[in-house]
């Protein structure tokens, strides 16, 4: 199993531009997550999916938007970039978003929108 | 509002034993996790605690008391591969998990 895989690894933005994060897992979880990670701060939950074709918003969604056509999918979409959000984004998946279950993370895309 | 406290930064001795506290004010409480995190990679999952005391899995442990709203972390026999950050995170009411800043450990020969 490859687990939670992430594309692209790195990417630099211009103010502006959009691109989309991919995300895919293997492990057949209904649940999947996008996080923020700045530095000195906590992971920041932007957007979650409980199941295909529904999402939710996260405690920072904005200036993004997410979609689940399959259980394996789950890209996340910056429309016009902005330097607030340069960071390093990580997905993850977990069976069923219960008390005990654990989140298994990508390798993360690294962003810097100039 | 909910809120994760954790050092910023810790050394240690290779060999040694290291606590990494954890104190939380969240809405509702669903469990406490460790993660870990090496440089330039991805969190890894160390821990779950939910009832008080003391989890022990080989050369780290993790503790809880809710009462108190604290948790630690205990890293045993220190090694090198062991230098990286160290994550805690409170699941809420609502089950969605919210994380501390991480500690970053730092483990000297």
């Known amino acids: 199993n490859a687990g939670v895989t992430q594309t692209p690894k790195f990417r630099i933005l211009k103010i502006g531009q959009s691109m989309t994060l991919q995300c895919a897992q293997d492990?057949?979880?209904?649940?999947m997550y996008w996080y923020r990670q700045d530095p000195g701060m906590g992971l920041k939950l932007i957007y979650y999916?409980?199941?295909?074709?529904?999402?939710d918003k996260g405690e920072v969604p904005n200036g993004y938007n997410v979609s689940r056509s399959t259980t394996e999918d789950f890209p996340l979409r910056l429309e016009l970039a902005a330097p607030s959000q340069t960071s390093v984004y990580f997905c993850?998946?977990?069976?069923?978003?219960?008390?005990?279950?654990?989140?298994?993370f990508g390798p993360g895309t690294r962003l810097t929108v100039l | 509002g909910q809120n994760i406290d954790q050092p910023t930064e810790m050394t240690a001795t290779e060999g040694a034993i290291v606590q990494i506290n954890c104190t939380y004010q969240?809405?509702?409480?669903?469990?406490l996790f460790w993660y870990q995190q090496h440089a330039g990679e991805a969190p890894t999952f160390l821990s779950y605690?939910?009832l008080d005391g003391l989890e022990e899995k080989g050369r780290f442990s993790s503790f809880l008391s809710r009462s108190k709203g604290y948790s630690y972390l205990l890293l045993k026999e220190l090694q090198m591969k062991d230098s990286a950050s160290y994550l805690c995170?409170?699941?809420?009411?609502?089950?969605?998990?919210?994380w501390g800043a991480g500690t970053k450990l730092i483990i000297k020969p």
């Open positions: 993850a998946s977990s069976q069923a978003g219960g008390g005990a279950d654990t989140q298994y």
């Open positions: 492990m057949n979880h209904n649940y």
């Open positions: 999916s409980v199941g295909a074709g529904i999402t």
């Open positions: 969240t809405s509702g409480f669903n469990g």
């Open positions: 605690n939910v």
């Open positions: 995170a409170v699941m809420d009411s609502n089950y969605q998990l919210i």
